[in-house]
């Protein structure tokens, strides 16, 4: 039996980036889901949205602050997506989410409703420490930049 499991992890560390690359899609794309009508539902949607922010004593320029929270979300998301700026749009969305955590807890509505805010805050801190995988465009790019580093060293000889 211990051997069943040591091969299946074997077998399953092989896919990591494949994992990294579902992940990405999947919670990338939810949170374009979730952005797209706040970042593309007006001054209204923004001002009601920015409002949560008197929570911390922040009462100006509420449409600022909700387009702020709907633009981290959906275009956080489709960095995420596509792996492009991949730990700062993760930065980004643990920074969204903490503010909608403690705005949830601060207007009393209980961990119950407050709980998503936190698990997808947490799921983001983590992808944060772990990396987009190599099927993203950070690795591309990186990728691409070590390759034209090697031809200008090797140019010199």
């Known amino acids: 039996m211990k051997s069943l499991y040591v091969d299946f992890n074997q077998l399953m560390k092989s896919y990591q980036d494949i994992g990294l690359l579902f992940f990405r899609l999947g919670i990338g794309g939810m949170f374009m889901w979730h952005g797209f009508p706040k970042i593309f ?10 409002k949560t922010m008197a929570t911390f004593g922040i009462d100006f320029a509420p449409a600022f602050w909700g387009f702020m929270s709907g633009f981290a979300e959906f275009f ?63 690795e591309y790019l990186q990728r691409n930049e070590l390759v034209d580093k090697e031809l200008q060293i090797m140019a010199k000889y």
């Open 41 to 50: 539902g007006g001054i209204e949607k923004w001002t009601a949205l920015g």
């Open 76 to 138: 956080g998301g489709l960095l995420i997506v596509l792996g492009l700026f991949y730990r700062l749009a993760c930065l980004l969305l643990v920074v969204n989410l903490s503010v909608a955590f403690i705005s949830q807890i601060g207007d009393g509505k209980g961990l119950m409703k407050a709980s998503q805010s936190l698990e997808d805050g947490f799921s983001f801190l983590a992808a944060l420490f772990v990396g987009p995988g190599k099927y993203s465009l950070d």
